[in-house]
């Protein structure tokens, strides 16, 4: 099929976008591609829709986050097209079966967490795939120079070692030019074929606002502004607390973080999406994947600690294409708090030393290890307790720990199940005629399941299941399933009530050198310049804000956006008592007189005033609600 084919038939559209036809030429053609595509500018089609081209074609996929490869996965069996995703989580026997299924040229998408490239499962198997595509989402993880790096990125050239004639395409959002050429070296790409896109966003409206009291603030800015939003804050606890505070002045808001259980999280997600919540307060762990077109307002109640991940944040605004604001708040307090912890990041060496010995003597682990990469309950807070040790450094020792494979931790809380048919049809059958008693749980799951689960897993919530049932012990399901298990007719994961910490090597004494700890000291070095620019982006009060951001990734533009509050002064605007009167009546008579204008038809077509005291004066009206916006960003009085 053609690429317009694909795209029609799969996902409805009737056109690409701006350059994704030219990518996909690209890859169709065989060539090495590297994408630089802004949140929201369909990076997933450039690689999608050229695999369905050919026939009997699969990518593998690598991507860096279990949600993220999971929201994908679903998103590509929903349109009927085969894909699965392997990841840490699952059991030897579960991914086993899963490349087994892969070599078979059963799936048209292969997702793998990075850290999976290196098993001896998957590179036996490698040579054996029928793969035409080898794509690397969110390619900046894998640059000591990006914002986000991740040791496990650098094991993607033992893929194209071993397969070298597969054509590779790296996508990433935001890339600075010493990201950009660190992705060509380290993924050996063959002359790429370079696609950037600007980083400038026409209908995206940069504020940074002065703001002791950010709560009223954001208050106010959700009352006054029409349509859905997102509210970013950099702890869990306050995602409750500002979700609460909105609540309780009527407006319909929910918290989104990495504490709540899996089921949670879909809920509020899917709430969220359907439009009965107007505001998503969030950490960071909302974010990649989401693409909700309608969002009209992105409020970083606290800041990120560089700009890619405020440009990423902010982007999730518009991708409508209609005006939406992207507010940062800055604050004193809030600074501090962006400063500490961008010092506790990474921890020192003494740090570091004293958190392992202290976790291996915790969890009592000798030179002899613990038998199988046993997963032992974790929780931080107890951890920290008992060690007495801060929280935030400690946590930071775990994870480079973690980066360097002498621990594994799971800290998400899943209450789903996890279900997969290893078994065929027929055997399926003669199971149940030979173990009635448990014809009745087999009966039921393939009710609940249907075919999707001899492909891949599927989730489900044991609580369901058991009303489903009419069962009350949450035992005997579990013990039902097992039963399956050991009849080699499914894979099951059961739910995962408290994080796990597992340990994948015995005691070690740690030195610099094994650790790869100049690499490190680098990580905190350039961490620190991204802090730094982002403290510039916050107190520049002379250069367009647009402008700034487009110069940081690498990209040549002298043009102002105009919109932005450098550009039009709303800081420094002064109205007289003569001019105050003229320039109400002139936005009033234009809102009058147009057909629904949107906010930048006023800021740029009222031939009365300057742009700064127009927006000052609109805005004055809007609070006062004299004039009144919809959703789309229209004004009517």
Known sequence: MSPLHVLRQYWGHDAFRPMQEDIIGNVLAGKDTLALLPTGGGKSICFQVPVLCQEGGMAIVISPLVALMQDQVQNLNSKGIAATALHGSMGHRQIAHKLDLAMQGVYSFLYLAPERIRSAEFLMR???????????????????????FRPAYLE??????????????????????????????????RKPALFEQSFRRENLRYFVLPEENAAVRTLTICKRTAGTGIVYVRTRKRTVQVAQMLVEAGIAALPYNGGLTSSARAEALEVWLKGDCRVMVATNAFGMGIDKPDV???????????????????????RDGKTA???????????????????????????????????????????GGISGHQKLPFDIQTLAEKTGEAIMPLNASLRVLHQERLI???EESDDFGYLCITAQPESVLAFKRNQPKSAEIVDFLLRQVGGAAYLDEVSFL????????????????????????????????RPVATPTLSFLKPRQTLSKHALHWDRYEFLRAEGEKRLQAMLHYLSNTEECRSLLLQRYFGEKSDKPCGVCDVCIGRHKTTISDSEWPVLQQAILAFVRQETAPTYRDALQHIPVGTPAQREKVLRFLLDKAIVTADASGRLFV
């Not at 490698?126 to 986000?148: F, I, N, R």
């Not at 307002?297 to 890619?308: K, M, R, S």
């Open 296 to 318: 009209r307002f992105v409020i970083h109640y606290n800041l990120p600690a560089d700009p890619e991940s405020y440009y990423q944040e902010a982007g999730r605004g518009g």
């Open 126 to 148: 490698l040579p054996k795939m029928p793969v035409t595509l080898l794509v690397v989402d969110e390619a900046h993880c894998l640059s000591q120079w990006g914002y986000d």
């Open 408 to 410: 594994d931790l799971d």
């Open 462 to 493: 044991p609580n369901r299941w058991l009303e489903k049932l009419g069962w009350n012990d949450a035992d005997r399901l579990h013990q039902a399933l097992e039963t399956l298990v050991r009849s080699d007719l499914v894979t099951y994961r």
């Open 156 to 189: 993607i050239a033992r893929i194209r070692d071993i397969r070298p004639e597969i054509p590779l395409i790296a996508l990433t959002a935001t890339a600075t030019p010493a990201v950009r050429e660190d992705i060509v070296t380290q993924l050996k790409l």
């Open 325 to 367: 604001l992207a507010i940062a708040f800055q604050n004193p307090a809030d600074l501090h708090e962006l400063s500490a912890w961008q010092r506790e990041k990474y921890p020192t060496w003494p740090q570091l030393q004293a958190h392992y010995k202290k976790l291996c003597e915790y969890y009592t682990l000798g030179t």
